[in-house]
């Protein structure tokens, strides 16, 4: 979505996460963490981490600016960005993780082992997250994007937080309405639509 904002073009490689390619070479020892995306560079640097790829490109290529341009926009930017990545994705990517049979034998992502599913931690996961949609909300009652009037690196994460949601019965249209509206108007970018 961020590249297709900023009309950037790479050359990209699908791996198939679900059948382990990237513990296969030659993908395993370009990253440690054994997930996707990593971007390869020109010298073979790795850079793994989805917004801090983003943040490099970003830097390479300004506009449209999606992580701010002045010190203040960057600052907010990046606290609601990291708020909706620790406070709701993390908690809710485990919560799934830890109650769906699918992730059976790789509860935290990157890996395969024997952990087991932990149901109490698949129920907190969705409480952290309630506490997360509760503390936006207010946000999103005046404001169309996250971090203010523009659209932002937050609202891609915030819109992916959304869209794993959907894997969990939480009734957000009628109980978070500004959150259910935020989530519509982004996933209908055509960003989102070409992914
Ligand atoms: N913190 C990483 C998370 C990346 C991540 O969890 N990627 C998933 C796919 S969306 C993955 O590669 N999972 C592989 C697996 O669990 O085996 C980021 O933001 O890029």
Redesign the pocket.
Known sequence: MFLYEKKIELDLVELN?RD?E?FKKPFKNMNPF????FLKLEDDTII????SICRYLEDLFPEPYLFGKSAKEKALIDMWNRRLELDGFLPLLHSIRNSSPRFTG?VI???RSELPQLSSMAERGIEMFEVLLNRISPQLETNEYIAGADFSIADITGCYMMDLSELVDLDIENKYPNIFAWHDRIRKRKSHKNV
């Open positions: 996460v382990g990237q054994g997930c996707i995306p793994s981490e989805t917004v790789r992502p990157g890996t």
